[in-house]
């Protein structure tokens, strides 16, 4: 069984930083791409950023110069540093792992529970 657990989350006022951590645990073979989306009431979930195995990562237009997502291979973590956070960014942020569990032959996506971030003064 794979678990992602994450923490970090909370309220904080505008302008203010937060950092969200996530640890993939279980019968885990390889992890490829580890990430962070994120549901705002009213909305699909979206995109925040993911990071690729060998370093690799991307970000949602809306979060480029103030989100900062880095990983830690040796500890299946992933880990999202927040600044400058808007009231927009308001929502519950999940974790994503897409792995190949040691019971699979492919990969498939795994999800956190989901943690609350809410920006507000």
């Known amino acids: 069984q794979v678990q992602l657990v994450e923490s970090g989350g909370g309220l904080v006022q505008p302008g203010g930083s937060l950092r969200l951590s996530c640890t993939a645990s279980?019968?885990?073979?390889?992890?490829?791409?580890m990430g962070w989306y994120r549901q705002a009431p009213g909305h699909e979930r979206e995109l925040v950023a993911r990071?690729?195995?060998?370093?690799?990562?991307n970000y949602a237009d809306a979060v480029k110069g103030r989100f900062t997502i880095s990983r830690d291979n040796a500890k299946n973590s992933v880990f999202l540093q927040m600044a400058s956070l808007k009231p927009e960014d308001t929502a519950v942020y999940y974790c994503?792992?897409?792995?190949?569990?040691?019971?699979?032959?492919?990969?498939?996506?795994?999800w956190g529970q989901g943690t609350q971030v809410t920006v507000s003064s």
């Open positions: 994503n792992a897409v792995l190949r569990s040691y019971l699979a032959t492919n990969l498939r996506d795994y």
């Open positions: 279980g019968r885990i073979n390889s992890i490829s791409t």
């Open positions: 990071t690729t195995s060998g370093g690799g990562t």
